[in-house]
């Protein structure tokens, strides 16, 4: 993979867990109680993997 698509799916991995988060904090979209957990958990597991990704980028420069 290219050194700007590894960048692209970090940036993207990011955007969804801030958009998850948002989501999950203004209630856009209904969800039961356990659903917004489920959305700030995968919120969490999505933003580490983006920032591994980002880590690991770096490293590979």
Known sequence: MSRAAAGLVAELNAVWA???VVVAATGV?????????????QAFVVGGFAALQFIGRRRAA
């Open 29 to 41: 979209l209904p969800a039961t109680t356990a659903g917004t957990i489920w959305i700030v958990a």
């Open 18 to 20: 801030v958009g998850s």
